[in-house]
């Protein structure tokens, strides 16, 4: 079992910057793909971004690509998510979310095939 808390969320006003990071607890994290989706309100939750268990690969959501940076340290069982140029429309909360997976380099942007999910955290940007 793998579990996470997110942190690093809050209000920041348009063209700001945030850092999220997401600590997982249990020796099974290096083994994870990990993932950040978001759910506004009235709306069903979304992909941001995910990355590998080796941290080498990464993917993104269109809506994200360029602003936002997904990245890992396995040595410190964290994954971080860097949020620039922000806008009102990333006001959301955030969920990072992760699987088990054999292969270093597998990605998942699918929130079905995730297996442990944090509980969330606010961002919300201001116009």
């Known amino acids: 079992q793998v579990q996470l808390v997110e942190s690093g969320g809050g209000l920041v006003q348009a063209g700001g910057s945030l850092r999220l990071s997401c600590a997982a607890s249990g020796r099974t994290f290096s083994s994870c793909a990990m993932g950040w989706f978001r759910q506004a309100p009235g709306k069903e939750r979304e992909f941001v971004a995910t990355?590998?268990?080796?941290?080498?690969?990464?993917y993104y959501a269109d809506s994200v690509k360029g602003r936002f940076l997904i990245s890992r340290n396995n040595a410190k069982n964290t994954v971080y998510l860097d949020l620039h140029s922000l806008e009102p429309e990333d006001t959301a909360v955030y969920y990072c979310a992760g699987r088990l997976t054999h292969s270093s380099e597998d990605l998942y942007y699918s929130s079905e095939k995730y297996d442990f999910w944090g509980q969330g955290t606010q961002v919300t940007v201001s116009s």
């Open positions: 990355i590998s268990w080796s941290g080498i690969r990464t």
